[in-house]
């Protein structure tokens, strides 16, 4: 069924576990994950930026979210929206049936404008309390997304405040983690602790320093009851950037969060962890083979199970990986 992001968070936090949050668009994506959760019997987290919303329309979306719960009676499923800039955009997915939001106040509405702490606090709070009201959950944002590699924070995009940032100043400090959650009371909490999204994280293999997992230690002490997020978390595997260039793509050389991190990560409290881009990776790689191999092909399907096959694949290793296999 679908349930609240708390009642999949708080087993997590009791088992030691964490959950992959996978991102989808479509329904092939949506049937890798559940497909990937009923071969691992793990429960799961799908979620849909806005740009998702609007790709594949709030009814497709919800209905295939009910599909998928019709079709998986036993599992548990989180309909997640990611990434919410607004107030109206969380109010909108939970009238869609979201049964958790997120409420990226770390932004302003546009979605990358660094916000202070003061609008933050206000915009959050005022979504936990549509929120609560309907038993959705919400996970809120503290600090900047962003390498600490390239030393600025994503929302720049490179420009703007790039120089103007320490990376101390672009983590989230654990006092001001204490009084958010307290002032705001969300359910979870996204850090920024130097990932950032996309598929170009690192420009050399991490040396197992790239991340400050102090700070995770340290605002996981702070509030040892508060779930945590981490963010651009996809590993961006070599062999996914591998069958891509393999078949006809241009994909520079990178490097992605180690699985390992993320294990660590889990030990101290992160119980979300958000992955997009491999899934990406892993269905385009499968859809540029056949289409290398096979140019007389032309129906789609030719092309969309493999593609389904090799995101289930992702999400299946990554629901070992976090522990979250087993616990449905
Ligand atoms: O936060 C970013 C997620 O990977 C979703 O990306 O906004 O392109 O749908 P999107
Ligand atoms: P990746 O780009 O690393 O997959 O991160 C996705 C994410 O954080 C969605 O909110
Ligand atoms: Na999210
Ligand atoms: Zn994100």
Redesign the pocket.
């Known amino acids: 069924p679908l349930v609240s992001l708390r009642v999949v968070l708080d087993h997590a936090a009791e088992n030691n576990y964490g959950v992959a949050a996978f991102?989808v668009?479509n329904m092939e994506q949506i049937q890798s994950i559940m497909e990937a959760a009923a071969e691992t019997d793990s429960p799961v987290i799908i979620q849909a930026?806005?740009?998702?919303r609007s790709?594949s329309q709030d009814a497709y979306l919800r209905h295939l979210m009910l599909a998928a719960a019709e079709l998986y009676p036993n599992i548990p499923i989180v309909m997640h929206q990611?990434?919410g800039n607004s107030v109206a955009t969380c109010l909108s997915a939970i009238d869609n049936g979201f049964t958790s939001v997120m409420m990226d106040g770390s932004l302003k509405e546009d979605g990358k404008t660094p916000a202070d702490f003061d609008y933050n606090v206000q915009v959050t709070k005022d979504v936990v309390k549509l929120a609560h009201a309907r038993n959705v959950g919400v996970e809120g944002e503290l600090g900047c997304l962003g390498s600490l590699e390239s030393g600025h924070g994503e929302a720049e995009d490179g420009h703007g405040a790039e120089g103007q940032l320490s990376h101390d100043q672009l983590l989230t400090d654990p006092d001001e983690a204490a009084q958010f959650v307290a002032a705001t009371g969300v359910d979870a909490l996204a850090v920024a602790i130097g990932t950032s999204?996309?598929a170009y994280k690192f420009t050399k293999k991490p040396d197992g320093s790239v991340l400050a997992m102090d700070r995770i230690e340290a605002i996981h002490k702070k509030l040892p009851n508060t779930h945590l997020v981490m963010?651009g978390s996809s590993s961006v595997p070599q062999e996914l950037q591998d069958i891509i260039n393999k078949y006809g793509g241009k994909m520079p050389q990178t490097w992605g969060v180690p699985v390992e991190e993320i294990q660590r990560g889990i030990k101290n409290g992160v119980r979300k962890i958000?992955v997009?881009?491999d899934c990406r990776m892993a269905i385009t790689g499968a859809i540029r083979k056949v289409l290398t191999e096979s140019p007389d092909k032309f129906d789609p399907r030719d092309y969309l199970k493999p593609a389904r096959t090799a995101m289930k694949e992702v999400c299946k290793a990554r629901m070992v990986q976090f522990g979250q296999a087993g616990n449905a």
């Open positions: 991102n668009n930026s806005r740009g998702a790709y990611d990434h999204h996309g963010h958000n997009d881009t």
